[in-house]
C-alpha cells in the first residue's frame, strides 16, 4: 500500500515570491509520482510527472519537482509565483508494476498567492 | 474531443433516495474510477474498473455500486443516500500500459444529502 503526505494545507505566498509545497510519500514498492492541480469548481489536471529517467521534472508554465528516493519526497517549487498559480495541488503516487493504474493521493496544498 | 463528462453537475438529494452520477469519456482508455473529495481529505478511490467488464473496490466503496456499462461509460449508484455521502464525485479515465498511467479527470458532481 501507499501513502502521501502533504504537511501544509494553506502556503499563502506574495506574487513573484518562490514557492515550495512539500510532498512525501511512503510505499514498499516503487511508484510513479505525480503533481495535480485543481482550480476552483474545476476537476484536477495532471500537472507534471516523474516515471523515470531525470529526477528533475518541469511543467509548461515554470513548475518543477525533484523526485528525491532517499528522502521519498517529490517537491513541488516555483522561483516567482503568479496570481493565477492560486489553486489547490495535489501530490500523487501510483504503483509502478501494474496495479490498475491507481493512484493514492495527498490532502492536498491550498496555494494562494497575493498581491 | 470532450474529455471526461459528468452528469449532473449539482444534486440535492434527501435521505434514503437513490441516484445515479453519469461518466463518459470520448478518449477510449480502457479504465475509469470514481473518486470523492472532500475537504482536508484529498481524493479517495471509491471504485475503479481497469478494463470493460471488470470492477473493483477502492479505498471507500460502502454505499455505493458501479457499472461498467460499455467502454466509454462507468456510472456511480447511491442505492440509500446518506448525509455522509456529501461530497464532491470525480470521474476519471486513463489507458492502461504500465507507462501511461496519467488520468484524466471530469469536471465534477456536487452532491448534497440532507
Known amino acids: 500500500a501507499q501513502s502521501v503526505t502533504q504537511l501544509d494545507s494553506q502556503v499563502p505566498v506574495f506574487e513573484e515570491a518562490p514557492v515550495e509545497l512539500r510532498c512525501n510519500y511512503s510505499?514498499?514498492?516503487?511508484?510513479?509520482l505525480f503533481w495535480y492541480v485543481q482550480y476552483p469548481n474545476q476537476g484536477l489536471q495532471l500537472l507534471l510527472k516523474?516515471?523515470?529517467?531525470?529526477?528533475l521534472v518541469e511543467s509548461i508554465n515554470g513548475f518543477e519537482a525533484e523526485f528525491n528516493k532517499s528522502q521519498t519526497s517529490f517537491h513541488l517549487r516555483k522561483p516567482s509565483v503568479h496570481i493565477s498559480d492560486t489553486a489547490e495541488y495535489f501530490c500523487?503516487?501510483?504503483?509502478?508494476?501494474?496495479?490498475?493504474?491507481?493512484?493514492?493521493f495527498g490532502t492536498g496544498t491550498q496555494l494562494k498567492v497575493e498581491l | 474531443n470532450a474529455g471526461v463528462t459528468q452528469t449532473p453537475k449539482f444534486q440535492v438529494l434527501k435521505t434514503g433516495q437513490s441516484m445515479t452520477l453519469q461518466c463518459a469519456q470520448d478518449?477510449?482508455?480502457?479504465?475509469m474510477y470514481w473518486y470523492r473529495q472532500d475537504p482536508g481529505m484529498g481524493l479517495r478511490l471509491i471504485y475503479y474498473?481497469?478494463?470493460?467488464?471488470?470492477?473493483d473496490k477502492g479505498e471507500v466503496p460502502n454505499g455505493y455500486n458501479v457499472s461498467r456499462l460499455n467502454k466509454r461509460e462507468f456510472s456511480l449508484r447511491l442505492e440509500s443516500a446518506a448525509p455522509s455521502q456529501t461530497s464532491v464525485y470525480f470521474c476519471?479515465?486513463?489507458?492502461?500500459?504500465?507507462?501511461?498511467?496519467?488520468?484524466?479527470f471530469g469536471p465534477g458532481t456536487r452532491l448534497t444529502v440532507l
Open positions: 516523474y516515471l523515470s529517467g531525470s529526477t
Open positions: 476519471a479515465s486513463s489507458e492502461m500500459g504500465l507507462e501511461l498511467n496519467e488520468q484524466f
Open positions: 478518449m477510449n482508455h480502457n479504465s
Open positions: 500523487a503516487v501510483s504503483p509502478q508494476g501494474g496495479g490498475g493504474n491507481k493512484l493514492t
Open positions: 510505499s514498499s514498492v516503487s511508484v510513479y
Open positions: 474498473s481497469a478494463s470493460e467488464g471488470t470492477t
